[in-house]
């Protein structure tokens, strides 16, 4: 299905470069001593453009001028149409076998309106169709997304019980442990803590990152509980991590892949390390765990899971995001990168 989704995605894109060339054909060939002359130069010409609207709508805007690196997108598209439209006049003055066409003297406007000025104007055009095709597919994200979280909040709210009763009996639960006994009441409160963060606080489109992390924390700690002196979790979260907010239970697929699938070596070590840190008004999150081989026809790790994440990250941080899923013998690597803003 993906392969003729694709197929059909670049046939249009075929035909639509083959109009272009043929209108400019009809239109122009006229102008020069052959038909074969005419349609080597319009071959140029179409290809020059295409090379640079592809490198403008794949390049220049989802990696800067989506990232808000204005600056640097404006003097890149500017060098980009200079250089194409040199390499383009360079070509066609060897096709015509004409030198002065690449000499500055001569009608020098009329150089410049037909090689730069016009190519500017195409591009920027394509660059429009882009922006205002990107923006409808961001409104139709949004509304997919506030439809999944809906149809998400009913099944939820179908499935659970009354949280009174649930927090009522756990409270229960942690006066009938021994006093003594810390570490089992420490590890019912965080659990409570857990559940009260998903029943209540999880129910806006964004929550302060602190929160996220505290939430994370505290699953860090009771899956540790559960976890034999030989696994080895590390939780690094740098101090400049707070004051923004995001998705929330973004994270916690991702460590809960790395607990399930940690390996049990006997005679190595066993580990998952967490880092979280800022970097250039980006939030970054990493998780690496050891793991042991695995039997592919069983698939890889994380499955259904990590697909869902992927598929949230689509949906709400579109263009905003880096996701990076290295899977190697005796590692799994998972890299996030968040675009947050100064």
Same mark, same amino acid.
């Given at each position: 299905m993906q392969n003729r989704t694709l197929i059909k995605y670049k046939l249009h894109h075929v035909l639509f470069w083959l109009l272009v060339a043929g209108v400019w054909y009809f239109l122009r060939y006229q102008d020069y001593d052959t038909k074969e002359i005419a349609m080597q130069i319009t071959m140029v010409k179409t290809v020059a453009l295409a090379i640079a609207v592809y490198i403008t709508n794949l390049f220049l805007i989802p990696q800067l001028l989506y990232k808000k690196k204005y600056f640097l997108a404006v003097i890149t598209f500017i060098l980009l149409?200079?250089?194409?439209?040199? =390499? @383009?006049?360079? #070509? %066609?003055g060897e096709i015509? +076998?004409?030198? $002065? %066409?690449?000499s500055l003297a001569g009608n020098l406007k009329l150089? %410049?309106?037909?090689? #730069?000025?016009?190519d500017f104007f195409l591009v920027l055009t394509g660059a429009s169709f882009k922006l205002m095709y990107d923006q409808v597919k961001m409104q139709q994200r949004l509304v997919n997304a506030a439809k999944e979280k809906a149809e998400t909040e009913l099944n939820f709210l179908k499935s659970q019980i009354n949280p009174h009763f649930l927090f009522n009996s756990l409270n229960s639960v942690y006066f009938l442990i021994n006093k003594e006994n810390e570490d089992a009441r420490d590890a019912l409160h965080k659990f409570s803590e857990m559940l009260r963060y998903q029943l209540y606080e999880v129910k806006d489109s964004m929550v302060p990152v602190e929160k996220e992390l505290s939430y994370l924390k505290d699953y860090v700690v009771l899956q540790k509980l559960r976890k034999n002196s030989d696994c080895s979790v590390e939780f690094n979260c740098s101090k400049d991590v707070k004051g923004f907010s995001i998705e929330p239970l973004l994270l916690i697929p991702f460590v809960e892949n790395?607990? @399930? *699938? =940690?390996?049990h070596f006997s005679n190595k070590e066993n580990f998952i390390k967490l880092d979280i840190h800022r970097s250039n008004g980006s939030f970054c999150f990493s998780v690496l765990n050891s793991r042991e081989h695995y039997n592919k026809t069983a698939g890889l790790p994380g499955g259904? !899971?990590?697909? +869902? #994440?992927k598929r949230r990250l689509e949906l709400i941080y579109p !263009?905003? *995001? $880096?996701?990076e899923i290295r899977d190697d013998a005796e590692q799994f690597f998972v890299n996030l990168k968040l675009y947050i803003g100064h």
């Open positions: 149409i200079l250089l194409s439209s040199f =390499i @383009k006049v360079f #070509v %066609m015509l +076998n004409q030198p $002065d %066409m690449f150089k %410049m309106y037909e090689n #730069v000025i016009t790395a607990f @399930k *699938h =940690i390996s259904i !899971g990590l697909n +869902n #994440v !263009g905003k *995001h $880096d996701l």
